[in-house]
């Protein structure tokens, strides 16, 4: 990855405008101090702050997984109906860049600092590299245009980096990675939370999240996408029990946020539904997935909420209505960075486009057992029957690919949404009493940033509240 440098960010101004992100400020280390930190620290402190905001209530529930209609509010609807106000993503702004990639920068400088053998460095700050990619793709999906290049260790307020300049640099910084690991020498000892430093294991996490954000690209770059394409093609995650998963500790502290968002230690909040939309749906493919993402209602049936009401008609049907299953919101229900089943669906339609030789009908049907299997689905015959009764269609595949990767991808709300964007489907429709007239395709950027970084905002955008104009890649 280029030198990249961190600005300051008003962190205390920024925090006290912010809406609904967690408080992460008990795990941030000082990378100004960190000179007395262990890098391992400072990486399990970025991988908490990361995928924590990414299952988060601000991300996940109010947004993706409201974006996408999985979920539905029950009160309190103005989310739902693309009514967010402008401090919306303030908390997430500053969390990625303060919490998040400063960490990772302060790391690499003290690995590169540290005596050790050449491919123990290499590894760890390969490692660094990828995780920060993530960061920074999550920024260009939701926003567009960001501070990439200048975003980190600049006194100045930095400039704003394209989409089209930010995806060519992560691409190549997880070709240099994948390349550049050696499966036979260790990384760290301790504090990576995902895999345990088992560079095997983040050969295939690097070479899946090539082969998504390559396949992000398809429709606006074919060439740059085919060429990563190929190069993510020959070590992938491979089976369930290689998902990337970061799972949270069963102490309240560092529970999923979205327990502690619900639970009565804690959050004690209710404000949340199944989706009639995703009700309907999984009914009507058979689908026996319904029952692990939602409980019954008090009628003993799954009873969906309709998506988008103005408050008062929500709160009438709300006593009435499912809720989702505890499973998928427990304590230590894991953030699931990327799955075997979406590598299925993404190398189905790598199949599909020509760019990959294989048999798509096949991997979509890897996509859907694997999906089914991580929901506890473990009948054979029920998961063969129901690709039977939903066969892939080669005709309109980006129908079966993208509704069933939209079932997959199920309470990771902002992948959903990314895929939504992407393939457009399955056909959402903008309720009747929403804000817009169409569903959001960008998120608002933060209040911070016009009052901070306005000269420079203003060269990308004179509308930074705008959620309606499409990211680069969002051509369809």
């Known amino acids: 990855m280029k030198k990249i440098k961190i600005y300051s960010l008003f962190i205390l101004s920024i925090l006290l405008f912010s809406k609904c992100d967690n408080n992460l400020s008990d795990l941030n280390t000082d990378p100004n101090n960190a000179v007395n930190v262990d890098p391992s620290t400072l990486l399990t402190t970025a991988q908490y702050n990361y995928y924590n905001t990414l299952q988060g209530v601000a991300i996940n529930a109010q947004w993706g997984l409201l974006m996408v209609q999985q979920w539905a509010q029950n009160e309190y609807t103005d989310d739902s109906r693309y009514n967010q106000d402008i401090t919306f993503f303030d908390g997430t702004w500053s969390t990625m860049y303060a919490n998040v990639l400063k960490e990772l920068d302060a790391a690499k400088t003290l690995v590169d600092n540290q005596d050790m053998l050449d491919a123990v460095r290499t590894n760890q700050k390969n490692i660094l590299d990828v995780m920060s990619v993530q960061a920074f793709c999550f920024l260009t999906d939701g926003f567009g245009s960001v501070p990439y290049a200048e975003a980190i260790g600049t006194e100045n307020l930095p400039a704003y980096d394209t989409q089209e300049t930010i995806y060519n640099d992560i691409l190549a910084t997880l070709e240099n990675a994948s390349a550049t690991f050696s499966a036979s020498s260790p990384s760290f000892d301790s504090g990576e939370i995902i895999y345990n430093g ?26 740059t996408a085919d060429r990563y394409i190929n ?35 804690s959050g004690n909040r209710d404000d949340y539904a199944i989706s009639e939309y995703l009700v309907t749906t999984l009914n009507g493919l058979g689908d026996p997935r319904l029952e692990m993402f939602a409980k019954p209602a008090s009628s003993g049936n799954i009873v969906g909420m309709p998506y988008g009401l103005n408050d008062n008609d929500a709160t009438v049907l709300k006593p009435t209505t499912s809720r989702p299953n505890d499973n998928v919101r427990a304590a230590t229900t894991p953030h699931v960075i990327i799955s075997y089943a979406e590598v299925q669906f993404l190398l189905a339609e790598a199949y599909q486009r020509g760019i990959l030789t294989g048999d798509a009908a096949n991997a979509y049907a890897n996509g859907v057992t694997a999906s089914m299997s991580y929901w506890g689905v473990s009948d054979a015959t029920v998961i063969n029957d129901y690709i039977s009764n939903n066969p892939y269609n080669p005709a309109n595949w980006k129908e079966s690919i993208g509704v069933q990767k939209w079932i997959a991808l199920y309470m990771n709300g902002f992948e959903a949404w990314n895929e939504w964007r ?39 955008t004179n509308n930074p509240g705008d959620m309606t104009a499409k990211v680069w890649w969002d051509v369809n």
Do not use: C, G, H
């Open 231 to 265: 190069l993510a093609a020959s070590n992938l995650i491979s089976s369930n029990s290689e998902n990337a998963l970061f799972t949270f500790q069963s102490s309240l502290a560092r529970a999923n946020p979205l327990f502690r968002n619900y639970s009565p230690l």
């Open 198 to 223: 088992d560079i095997a294991m983040w050969i295939k996490l690097t070479n899946s999240l090539m082969l998504r954000y390559a396949m992000r690209i398809v429709d606006i770059d074919p060439v």
């Open 422 to 460: 992407r393939l457009d489907y399955p056909q959402l429709s903008v309720p009747a009493a929403a804000q817009l007239s169409t569903i959001p395709v960008r998120m608002p950027y933060p209040l911070s940033e016009t009052q901070s970084n306005s000269t420079e905002l203003n060269t990308v």
